[in-house]
């Protein structure tokens, strides 16, 4: 249990809400220059990989290796094909954007949207030359660790997306950071926007049909029949039950290809979180 919760405070991806000190930020700053100094003069950093400062808004992991891992996920897992139309369901700065931009071809096409300005931003600035479309959207969501400020809600949020628009649909760390309304409606548009046969790829924190979840994660009636793992900041990390995410799966036409149990709850899981490929059945 220790170990589990020195991961939530270390890692994005159990969503560390200190907030570090005006001489933190200082320091922090100088290290990520030197270390873009770095990655330039040693070519590791190519038109697509941001510089850290950015990198950093999706986790501690190394960009450009999580990107190049996830790709074969989509290939294996997925069957993603390179004239699939994408949609990136929080694409935050372009993590899987990058691998997908050399892997699409016509007529495929590639659509993202995440909750961070910034984010969006330096992605429409840097994938103007991609041998398809590459576009971005701002999504400008309140969530409480990610866009506290923000104007709209998740859970009545409408993807800016036609119906049947996409084969592939990816969603890498979204809901583990959506509390129930938000993660049912993202559920729901994602199948909405799938055209017949298209994918979903998802990754959750899923909790057996137990009494109690596991650690790190907690179970509060206000936040059922998700278990968070801070209370007093909910959205830094979700887990749900695997039967109620099956259940809402069937519900907006979806059903499972493959399931991937993820480390933290067992060494021997492909990612970290657990891996869920949905297919939209017609």
Same mark, same amino acid.
């Given at each position: 249990m220790l170990r589990a919760l020195r991961g939530m405070a270390e890692s994005k991806q159990f969503g560390s809400t200190r907030q570090p000190g005006m001489l933190e930020r200082a320091a922090l700053s100088l290290r990520l220059r030197a270390a873009d100094l770095t990655d330039t003069l040693t070519g590791r950093r190519d038109r697509l990989t941001p510089p850290r400062r950015l990198a950093?808004?999706?986790?501690d992991s190394d960009f450009r290796e999580t990107g190049e891992r996830f790709?074969?996920? #989509? &290939?294996?897992?997925?069957?993603?094909? @390179?004239?699939? !139309?994408v949609l990136d369901i929080g694409c935050g700065v372009g993590r899987m954007a990058r691998t997908l931009a050399r892997t699409l071809q016509p007529p495929g096409s590639y659509d993202g949207f995440d909750i961070s300005a910034i984010g969006i931003d330096w992605c429409r600035a840097h994938y !103007?030359?991609? @041998?398809?479309?590459?576009?971005?959207?701002?999504?400008?969501? !309140?969530?409480?660790?990610?866009?506290?400020?923000?104007?709209?809600?998740?859970g009545t949020y409408t993807f800016p997306y036609a119906a049947d628009s996409y084969d592939f649909a %990816?969603?890498?760390?979204? #809901?583990?950071?959506?509390? @129930?309304? /938000?993660? &049912? !409606?993202?559920? /729901?548009? +994602?199948?909405?926007?799938? +055209?017949?046969?298209?994918? %979903?790829? +998802?990754?959750?924190?899923?909790?057996?049909d137990e009494a109690?979840?596991? @650690?790190?994660?907690t179970r509060e009636d206000r936040w059922r029949p998700a278990a968070v793992a801070q209370p007093d900041a909910p959205e830094a990390a979700v887990a749900y039950p695997e039967s109620w995410l099956r259940e809402r799966l069937q519900r907006n036409g979806l059903t499972i290809d493959t399931t991937h149990h993820g480390s933290w709850r067992s060494a021997a899981g492909t990612t970290l979180q657990d891996v869920i490929v949905a297919r939209r059945e017609h």
């Open positions: 950093q808004q999706v986790g790709l074969g996920l #989509f &290939e294996t897992l997925g069957d993603l094909q @390179p004239t699939d !139309r !103007r030359d991609t @041998p398809v479309p590459f576009r971005f959207a701002h999504a400008d969501l !309140r969530n409480e660790i990610y866009n506290p400020d923000g104007h709209q809600d998740a %990816l969603a890498t760390s979204v #809901f583990t950071h959506l509390l @129930p309304d /938000a993660a &049912e !409606r993202y559920l /729901a548009e +994602s199948a909405r926007v799938l +055209s017949p046969g298209g994918r %979903l790829f +998802s990754t959750w924190f899923l909790l057996d109690e979840p596991r @650690p790190p994660f």
